[in-house]
């Protein structure tokens, strides 16, 4: 199922949208109602509460930075305000010189996930949908740290919609292009940790909640964007998350 989020009668449900008509799920995926398209109108796609992100999560991306093979998933953060959706504008702020990139697979938490197997973490899994990690990279450099770099309103476009029923995403391909041109190409058989084992690993740190999204680490390939670009990320099976990019 994919799913995206609409208003039908004032109220926010998920829903997949077929045809003229328009499927309406709870959390749980469980039929509600079928209503007609016309009646129902687009909602953001997500609210996170969190946004959990990985670092250093592609073997290929660590050979790319001459870096070191993390020991465990390095977890860094970037706020619900960071959130925007396909199609909306990733606005580069006037604080940064370089911003970058990084087309990542985004894991959608459904039920409330704490001290989670890895074995039983894709029962806790609402769904997959593209995600693009963008980072003030001058400032990541600067800092030392991620929170600023990456944590500027619209650094988080996620979408276009939330694909139910495609998992543990063992070797899909992922891309990223910039204005037609591709930038990015890996697979995610390439990760140094999968992403459910990344979902159990979070879950012993720190309780997730249905809504809260985990970024998984992005392939080699990273570079900067510019005023004017079109920046569009494709996980296979889950479509192609496009945002403009404005100064």
């Not at 949208?17 to 469980?30: G, I, P, Y």
Request: one cysteine or more; aromatic letters at 8%.
């Amino acid at each position: 199922m994919f799913m995206t989020r609409v208003d039908y009668q004032g109220r926010a449900y998920w829903a997949e949208c077929r045809d003229d008509q328009a499927v309406l799920v709870d959390w749980n995926l469980k039929e509600l109602a079928r209503v007609s398209r016309q009646d129902v109108f687009a909602r953001p796609l997500l609210h996170p509460g969190k946004v959990v992100c990985v670092g250093l999560n592609y073997y290929a991306h660590a050979r790319e930075m001459d870096m070191a093979l993390p020991e465990e998933p390095l977890l860094f953060f970037k706020p619900g305000s960071a959130v925007i959706d396909h199609g909306q504008p990733i606005r580069l702020p006037a604080h940064s010189a370089e911003v970058h990139y990084e087309g990542e697979l985004a894991v959608v938490i459904g039920r409330l996930c704490r001290n989670v197997p890895e074995a039983q973490a894709g029962g806790y899994v609402l769904g997959y949908t593209c995600a693009n990690d963008v980072t003030a990279r001058d400032l990541q450099r600067k800092d030392g740290l991620y929170a600023r770099a990456k944590g500027f309103d619209t650094f988080c476009p996620l979408g276009p919609g939330i694909e139910t029923d495609i998992e543990p995403f063992a070797d899909a391909a992922i891309r990223t292009t910039v204005n037609g041109g591709e930038v990015q190409s890996g697979r995610t058989s390439d990760m140094i940790v999968s992403p459910l084992a990344l979902v159990s690993f979070i879950s012993r740190v720190m309780t997730l909640h249905p809504g809260d999204v985990v970024l998984t680490g992005t392939p080699p390939g990273v570079g900067r964007i510019q005023p004017g670009d079109r920046v569009c990320v494709e996980v296979e099976g889950l479509g192609s998350l496009c945002n403009p990019v404005l100064g």
